[in-house]
């Protein structure tokens, strides 16, 4: 009998797939290793196929879209409530198939091998600033142990850490703990290195892209946001408008509405945490740039803050940078300061 759904669930080595006809009847039910997915889809008429969004999922749906198959992802919590009981592949493998021809299932867009490229140097960054925050904490907190204090901000511990390095340091320790903390200040330092060849990177590769480049031009996005943005939304046109494309990235306020009454709390921190964070990062610099220069920004912001505390204003204006990103990716225009959207009638 022809297959026209399969739900795939994927692994590092061990592959379930669940096949149904047109009528909803299995039809396939087995188990797949690693060399044998791509012969046994090859084999087969072109289909409907669900997999759960993960981190090799773009990888598979690239592969089997090339051999004519409806690739679809979706998003994980999406796909829980099929499963029926217990836990095991083909039970997951058979909720994939199921939830896929659901009509109301929301798709994540596949992406291409040059989008995780370049997300792929953003995880990286993300991981040496972490490793270097926790290295300078490190020698600021044994450097605390002997009486020294290193004045607060990061220039100051990497100042601090070349002259550890360079000997020109007049700090009294002893011989086991300069060993140590010169240690610590040479992989701080060799880890800064690093970070300024990523972002180095990252400046060109907003430059070479043109979605990159009209984004980097909205206030409060930089190079790090642009090229992430651009590389994590591979379709923008999948959200219907900007307040679900803010949704999607957990910068609306989370519902528990009931009864007709609306109850409204905090945003719901769903979705791209890192994309998130960039937007709040960059509407902060904004509003700390505001209270040194109110002249020199948007008088929408200095009233913003006016009304409300510095930390609400900034997930306020990430909301709206985020619509703003959506409107420039789906519409292919130029950020424009002044623009006075046209209201619905």
């Avoid at 021809?101 to 490229?117: G, I, Y």
């Avoid at 980097?216 to 408008?241: E, N, Y």
Wanted: proline fraction near 5%; charged fraction near 25%.
């Amino acid at each position: 009998m022809e297959i026209s759904t399969i739900g795939l669930d994927l692994a590092k080595n061990v592959f379930q797939v669940h096949g149904v006809d047109a009528a909803g009847s299995v039809v396939v039910r087995k188990m797949l290793r690693r060399g044998q997915v791509l012969p046994f889809f090859a084999k087969l008429s072109p289909c409907l196929v669900g997999i759960e969004a993960c981190g090799t999922s773009h990888h598979w749906a690239r592969e089997l879209t090339n051999l004519g198959h409806d690739v679809r992802l979706m998003p994980p919590a999406y796909v829980k409530p099929y499963v029926k009981r217990g836990k095991n592949d083909a039970v997951d493998a058979e909720a994939i198939c199921e939830a896929v021809t659901r009509p109301t299932m929301r798709f994540v867009a596949v992406k291409s091998r040059e989008q995780q490229a370049a997300l792929s140097l953003h995880r990286v960054r993300q991981l040496l600033i972490g490793q270097r925050t926790q290295l300078v904490n490190l020698m600021r907190s044994q450097l605390a142990e002997f009486g020294v204090a290193i004045p607060i901000g990061l220039q100051h511990a990497l100042q601090t850490a070349r002259e550890i390095v360079d000997d020109e340091a007049t700090i009294d320790l002893p011989t086991q703990a300069t060993e140590v903390i010169a240690m610590l200040a040479r992989q701080a330092l060799e880890i800064h290195v690093r970070l300024r060849d990523l972002d180095r990177r990252l400046d060109a590769l907003q430059r070479s892209d043109a979605v990159a480049r009209r984004l980097a031009t909205i206030p409060g996005i930089g190079p790090v946001g642009a090229t992430a943005l651009a590389a994590s939304v591979a379709d923008p046109h999948q959200f219907r408008s900007g307040r679900q494309f803010a949704a999607w990235l957990g910068l609306t306020p989370r519902q528990k509405s009931s009864g007709g009454k609306e109850r409204l709390g905090r945003i719901t921190k769903m979705g791209d945490r890192y994309l998130r964070q960039l937007l709040v990062i960059g509407a902060t610099s904004m509003i700390c740039r505001a209270k040194r220069k109110p002249d020199a920004v948007d008088p929408r912001v200095v009233a913003l803050l006016a009304r409300k505390p510095a930390r609400v204003a900034s997930v306020a204006m990430a909301n709206k940078m985020a619509r703003i990103a959506w409107a420039m990716m789906t519409r292919g225009q130029d950020y424009r300061a002044h623009h006075a959207p046209v209201l619905a009638a």
